[in-house]
């Protein structure tokens, strides 16, 4: 049996790592029959409302766990525009992405969240890897799941990216020309936090962590341990102390609020390897469908997708949209921002997924 070690980033690339014993977090019993943590989430399939349906599917010999959401009155004999819902680093499709999948299924999309293969419900070991190919091919995944489900129009399919989703739904819509409108939320370039540390904090450590995966790697194979990063737990104190809007408003969304027990910040420290060798808008201007972008107005992040937003030079129909006063963690559940996300997102996928 392969032994695990945890590497603790506090805040995450931002402060020195620590080696401690990894233990099992403990969350709230989860009353919703879906385990979905959002407010509004569906307990039950009504008539004349959004349904759910928790659905399983094989994406290279590993097992997909995911939710479908079909709008009201879904009708097998007509066709339907679908949007694919990518979940953000440390989410799951229960949280935030559950959330905008079941939304937009209310205005008339079939939708699908699912967790990426070696996180949440669906399979794959070690459990926790982050490798921005399989995250991309995740999308692809959904993308052949929908694409074959009753009633969807295979020639109306947009994508949605939350976060690290965002990321990679860009990277995703480079290639694959069955994305026919491309939007993000909050876009989170993994590849450049990793590399270059939060808000390019730690560049000058990038060779030394290079190091760090590369013993981790090592060490996974002759040893059989694998080495993890990211956070295991979080104390209150620990929480009013993290200096920057992202992570403690993440402590409190993943850890207290709408916790989960499928929701880590973990990721196995060799994915490093990977990670700080990509880039989301590496090859951006690949895109040629319509790009929608969306930060908030105070996101302490709103300078990826600034940066990525002008380099999709090739993007159709390409638009910017800001959410006054909104933080990064707020546009995943606080409903003021949600709803102006929600109607944006949907007057876009109404014009582009005609």
């Not at 450049?192 to 939060?198: D, H, Q």
Request: proline residues 4%; contains cysteine; aromatic residues 10%.
């Amino acid at each position: 049996m392969k032994k695990i070690s945890l590497v603790v980033a506090f805040a995450m690339s931002m402060a020195e790592t620590a080696v401690v014993s990894a233990q099992s977090r403990t969350t709230t019993q989860e009353k919703n029959p879906y385990t979905l943590v959002y407010d509004g989430a569906i307990t039950g399939n009504e008539p004349g409302k959004v349904h759910i349906h928790p659905v399983t599917y094989r994406l290279n010999g590993i097992d997909i766990a995911a939710n479908v959401y079909t709008p009201a009155n879904y009708d097998e004999t007509k066709s339907y525009p679908a949007v694919v819902v990518a979940h953000p680093n440390g989410g799951i499709k229960e949280q935030t992405a559950g959330l905008y999948a079941q939304r937009l299924a209310a205005s008339g999309y079939v939708t699908i969240a699912a967790d990426a293969a070696y996180q949440g419900a669906s399979g794959g070991e070690p459990r926790h890897t982050d490798n921005p190919a399989f995250r991309t091919e995740d999308i692809r995944g959904m993308v052949d799941y929908i694409s074959r489900y009753t009633g969807v129009d295979v020639h109306r399919i947009g994508a949605l990216g939350i976060c690290g989703g965002g990321g990679y739904t860009l990277k995703a819509a480079q290639s694959d020309k069955r994305i026919k409108a491309v939007a993000t939320l909050s876009m989170f370039n993994s590849g450049e936090v990793r590399r270059n540390g939060f808000q390019n904090s730690q560049i000058g450590t990038i060779q030394e962590r290079l190091k760090l995966a590369s013993d981790a790697r090592e060490q996974e194979l002759v040893h059989g341990e694998i080495i993890y990063s990211g956070v295991a737990r979080v104390t209150d104190e620990e929480i009013a102390n993290t200096p920057t809007d992202l992570y403690r408003e993440g402590f409190i969304y993943y850890y207290r609020t709408h916790a989960h027990p499928n929701s880590t910040f973990l990721y196995t420290t060799k994915s490093l390897l990977d990670l700080m060798t990509w880039d989301a808008t590496d090859q951006i201007e690949l895109i040629d469908q319509p790009l929608l972008m969306i930060a908030g107005e105070k996101a302490d992040t709103k300078y990826m997708t600034d940066e990525a937003f002008p380099k999709a030079v090739n993007a159709k129909n390409k638009e910017l949209f800001v959410i006054p006063g909104a933080t990064h963690i707020e546009t995943y559940w606080k409903m003021e921002y949600v709803s102006k996300a929600v109607n944006k997102l949907e007057s876009f996928f109404k014009q582009n997924l005609k």
